[in-house]
C-alpha cells in the first residue's frame, strides 16, 4: 500500500512539474524519455498525460511497432513502441516498468507511445544544439542536443509524428 501511495505522490509531483513547465513558454522545455538506450525529447506542449503501462489488446494485420489499444482514462488510444517504429534496436531490460506518453489533445489523435524510461524534464538551458549531419531526416526529427553530462538528445516534434504518413499507415 505504501509503493502505491509513493507512485501516487511522484506521479502528482511530476504532473505538477510537467505543468509548471508548459506555463515557461518563453524557453523550450521537453519530457525527455529513453527508449532502446536512445536519449529522446517530447516537447512538453505537445505531450499529453503520463500512464503506467496498461493492458493493451493487440490488434491482428497492423505494424510490428502497433502494440494495440488501450484504454487509457476510459478512451481508447492506439499504442506505438516508439523504439521499434523508429527501428531502435533494444539491449537488455532496464528493470524500470515502462510508460506510456500520450499526445496532448490538442493534437487530436488518441495514441500513446510506449517509452523504456522517464529520463525527467530538459530546458534549453540545459542543452546544447549540436549541428546537422546533412543526412536526410524525417520531418518529425528535431535537432539533436548534448547534455552538461555530454549525453546525446535527440527531439522529436509529437506534431509532425501524429501527421506522418508512415505512423498514421497503422495497417500492415
Known amino acids: 500500500m505504501a509503493n ?3 507512485l501516487r505522490e511522484l506521479q502528482t509531483r511530476l504532473a505538477e512539474r510537467l505543468q509548471a513547465a508548459r506555463a515557461q513558454a518563453d524557453t523550450a522545455s521537453w519530457l525527455a524519455v529513453e527508449c532502446a538506450g536512445q536519449g529522446l525529447l517530447l516537447p512538453l506542449a505537445q505531450a499529453g498525460e503520463i500512464f503506467p503501462l496498461a493492458p493493451t489488446l493487440p490488434v491482428p494485420h497492423t505494424q510490428p511497432w502497433f502494440v494495440g489499444v488501450a484504454n487509457l482514462r476510459g478512451r481508447l488510444h492506439g499504442v506505438v513502441d516508439l523504439a ?5 534496436a533494444r539491449g537488455a531490460a532496464a528493470g524500470e516498468p515502462s510508460r506510456l ?3 496532448s489533445a490538442a493534437l ?6 510506449l517509452v523504456d524510461r ?3 524534464l530538459r530546458s534549453a538551458e540545459q542543452l546544447r544544439e549540436e549541428p546537422g549531419d546533412g543526412r536526410p ?4 526529427a528535431g535537432p539533436g542536443y548534448v547534455d552538461a553530462a ?6 522529436l516534434v509529437l506534431a509532425a509524428l501524429a501527421g506522418d504518413e508512415a505512423f498514421l499507415k497503422v495497417a500492415g
Do not use: H, S
Not at 84 to 88: D, K, N, T, V
Not at 108 to 113: F, G, S
Not at 150 to 155: I, K, M, T
Open 4 to 6: 502505491k501511495q509513493a
Open 84 to 88: 521499434r517504429f523508429l527501428g531502435l
Open 101 to 103: 506518453v500520450a499526445f
Open 108 to 113: 487530436d489523435i488518441n495514441c500513446a507511445l
Open 118 to 120: 522517464l529520463a525527467g
Open 137 to 140: 531526416r524525417p520531418a518529425f
Open 150 to 155: 555530454g549525453r546525446r538528445w535527440q527531439a
